[in-house]
């Protein structure tokens, strides 16, 4: 199981990312897929996730982030908008096998997690 997250970069406050995560090994229609995020002194945390047609997101990106998967391409993507300065952080794309949805942003139940993508707002 791998998986490969890019997509990130510096933009200005209010401007948009599409993070993308390449998987290989497994099929994402069979797992979830869960974005995380850590900025410099904080703990990782849960931002999305997505299966079985099922979408969560944390109240912080709530209603400024879309996640979406390409089962044909075998890869998931996180759209975000209106970025903010506290949306800095080391993104990561993750995965588990059979997770139930209440543990979605748990982040010690994910075995397989990418190399994360550095997102930067900043003006």
């Known amino acids: 199981v791998q998986l490969q997250a890019c997509g990130g970069g510096l933009v200005q406050p209010g401007g948009s990312l599409r993070l993308s995560c390449a998987a290989s090994g497994f099929d994402i229609d069979d797992y979830g897929i869960g974005w995380f995020r850590q900025a410099p002194g904080k703990e990782r945390e849960g931002v999305s996730f997505?299966?079985?047609?099922?979408?969560f997101y944390a109240d912080s990106v709530k209603g400024r982030s879309t996640i979406s998967r390409d089962n044909a391409k075998n890869a998931a993507y996180l759209q975000m908008n209106s970025l903010k300065p506290e949306d800095t952080a080391v993104y990561y794309c993750?995965?588990?096998?059979?997770?139930?949805?209440?543990?979605?942003?748990?982040?010690?139940?994910?075995?397989?997690w990418g190399q994360g993508t550095q997102v930067t707002v900043s003006s």
């Open positions: 993750a995965t588990a096998p059979r997770l139930p949805f209440s543990l979605w942003c748990t982040t010690p139940y994910y075995p397989y």
């Open positions: 997505i299966n079985v047609g099922r979408k």
